[in-house]
């Protein structure tokens, strides 16, 4: 922004080119230094239908509130150390007037009430900048509805009612539902449905790549920072929600400066500003948790997998949003399939967030292999844009020609018959997308794709099968009935849920060579889950010597081969649901056989 050359205080807006000494010079002026020195600028402006004095009043303004107002770095003139003025609030008012002198002006009062929008969206710079407004979006509609998580919300509204340290942090596996909750806060000041003390609060996410970003030289984060904190201390009524809170830790870390957290304690401890955080179990303890004067600013609320019935709940809530995003009917049935299956087959997320995604992916997969829906989405763009071309028409003045209004009347006719026609073939493509159901084979379809269980295991009914396993099994391997039956009943204890949930069933085939234990074995893998792929086998007569553990579990920290998975580890992360068989076992170490006691015991294992 250039200054006066004249005054130095006030934006140049006049431009002027004079010689001095055979020299050319160009000077910028401000209305002032302009009158002054006597250039007509009355005359200019009158004959723009603008004010001066009115302009003059509405400059001093600003650059009096900016020169009270701390200002980002990145904006600053480093040679002038002018503040960043505004120019389109400047000249915002300028345009109302033009306006209003071609006859098109609004009332006085929408006037009124666009320059205090205008005036409020001016002293928000930083939060505009670098935050984004969720009360604003849950009252436009934009947030999808929270269901459940009562207690957690209700904790979270009694810690920012605290008179200090009211900063609450989220604590939570990853997809269980933190950043909703910061959703659904929002939603509920929007509804009034809070305490008195927080019904003309505003919910704002601190969007902290933009924070950091362009910030080249030294100081300018930390300008940023102090111009946020302060703008929020200003405004009052501002809860700033931190998504990944430990990052806030090491964000504008450099030699000399300091970063994002130790900027923010101070206001946090005395309750000047409110802050909610998000962040998992595992970067809590890494990052916050280290910081005790950062960790003891907030207060931690963990929050918890829901079960089953919940989550089934929570996608009964939420269903209609993927129904009219994707076109496809999910019925209630369905969404509690979906989150058994997820639960069963889908082992390294958590609820709700992988129930979600599998009904957002399977209803993606019939949309895509579904033509009606399609069509449906191209026939009601082509309408839309009809309408327009109808409605542009209509609205344009009429012409004198005659022939130009038969071409008009004809435009017009041909407008409203194709609009016809493709409401028409919308009414019919309508009835036929009414009949697209989310099925359970697409479940299935995408939960193989996932994790390789075969369609056939997942669609299939459990107590079935298994009924089926032991004739299936006889028929392959002859006169070994008692150990078959044996295994079977095993098997079916696990299926109707009596043992144990994450223990897995495990079996020892003692017997001299060649009578059928390893055959067993393939023909169970080939029976319960139909892949020969689903069965991992472990030659333990390479496991002899004691450091071959690592070759299962992988290497320890600071050994080669830290960084490569074991060999059963990564097995059983790629194909969760499958048999393995640890062929030789006698031939094994002892120490690689104590690893098997956490395999059995907990269904679990640690890799290195």
């Known amino acids: 922004m250039q200054m006066c050359s004249r005054c130095h205080k006030r934006p140049a807006v006049v431009f002027v080119t004079r010689m001095d000494n055979n020299e050319t010079k160009n000077e910028g002026l401000c209305l002032n230094c302009a009158k002054e020195l006597g250039l007509p ?57 033009l306006t209003n002198l071609g006859g098109k002006g609004k009332s006085r009062n929408e006037q009124q009430q666009k320059k205090a929008q205008d005036k409020k969206q001016n002293k928000r710079k930083f939060l505009n900048d670098y935050c984004k407004d969720l009360t604003a979006a849950a009252r436009e509609g934009r947030l999808d509805r929270i269901i459940g998580r009562e207690k957690e919300l209700a904790r979270m509204i009694q810690i920012l009612m605290r008179r200090q340290k ?138 918890a997998e829901p079960s089953v019935a919940d989550t089934i709940e929570i996608i009964k809530g939420i269903k209609e949003y993927y129904e009219k995003y994707h076109g496809v009917i999910i019925t209630e049935e369905l969404a509690a399939k979906a989150v058994k299956l997820s639960e069963r087959y889908i082992t390294d997320r958590f609820l709700p967030d992988k129930a979600i995604d599998l009904i957002d992916e399977a209803a993606s997969y019939v949309a895509i292999n579904t033509p009606v829906i399609d069509e449906f989405e191209k026939k009601s763009d082509d309408l ?66 996932w994790t390789g269980v075969p369609t056939g295991n997942v669609t299939a009914d459990d107590f079935d099968r298994v009924e089926q396993l032991e ?3 006889r028929r392959r391997i002859i006169g070994q009935d008692e150990a078959i039956s044996a295994v079977v009943r095993a098997i079916k204890r696990k299926y109707a849920g009596i043992s144990v949930k994450r223990k897995p069933v495990s079996f020892i085939f003692a017997g001299p060579t060649g009578v059928g234990k390893t055959e067993l074995v393939k023909q169970l893998a080939q029976n319960l889950f139909d892949s020969p792929e689903s069965l991992l086998r472990l030659d333990m007569s390479e496991y002899m010597e004691k450091h071959s553990v690592s070759r299962m579990i992988g290497s320890p920290p600071g050994y080669v081969g830290y960084d490569e998975a074991g060999q059963l580890t990564e097995k059983i992360r790629r194909r969760p649901y499958s048999v393995v068989l640890f062929d030789e076992i006698e031939k094994a170490h002892p120490d690689v056989l104590n690893i098997l006691l956490q395999i059995l015991d907990d269904g679990r294992i640690t890799d290195a």
């Open 384 to 449: 839309a844009a009809v309408r327009r071309a109808r409605e542009a028409l209509e609205a344009a003045p009429a012409p004198q020609d005659e022939a130009a209004v038969s071409r008009r009347y004809e435009e017009l006719a041909t407008l409203k018959s194709d609009e016809l026609r493709l409401q028409g073939q919308l009414d019919g493509l309508r009835e036929q997308r009414s009949h697209v159901y989310l099925t359970e084979a697409d479940l299935a379809r995408v939960i193989e794709i």
């Open 471 to 473: 004739a299936n099994l």
């Open 166 to 303: 009211n900063n609450p942090c989220l604590i939570g596996e990853p997809g269980v539902g933190k950043t909703a909750l910061a959703d659904a806060l929002a939603l509920r000041i929007v509804a009034g449905n809070v305490p008195y003390k927080l019904k003309n609060k505003e919910v704002f996410v601190l969007d902290l790549t933009a924070l950091v970003a362009g910030t080249q030289f030294r100081g300018q984060f930390e300008g940023r920072m102090k111009g946020l904190i302060e703008e929020i201390k200003r405004e009052g009524n501002i809860i700033l929600v931190i998504d990944e809170v430990h990052s806030i830790v090491g964000a504008g870390d450099a030699e000399g400066s300091m970063n994002a957290a130790n900027i923010l304690k101070p206001a946090l401890s005395r309750g000047e500003i409110q802050v909610i955080g998000a962040t998992t179990l595992g970067e809590y303890r890494k990052y916050i948790e280290k910081d005790s004067a950062l960790e003891r600013r907030f207060q931690p609320i963990v929050v």
């Open 41 to 97: 600028v009355n005359n200019i402006l009158s004959n723009m239908g603008l004010n001066l004095d009115g302009m003059d009043s509405e400059i001093d303004a600003l650059v009096e509130q900016d020169d009270a107002e701390p200002e980002p770095s990145m904006g600053d003139d480093e040679e002038n150390n002018a503040p960043a003025i505004d120019l389109k609030s400047i000249f915002g008012r300028l345009s109302d007037e």
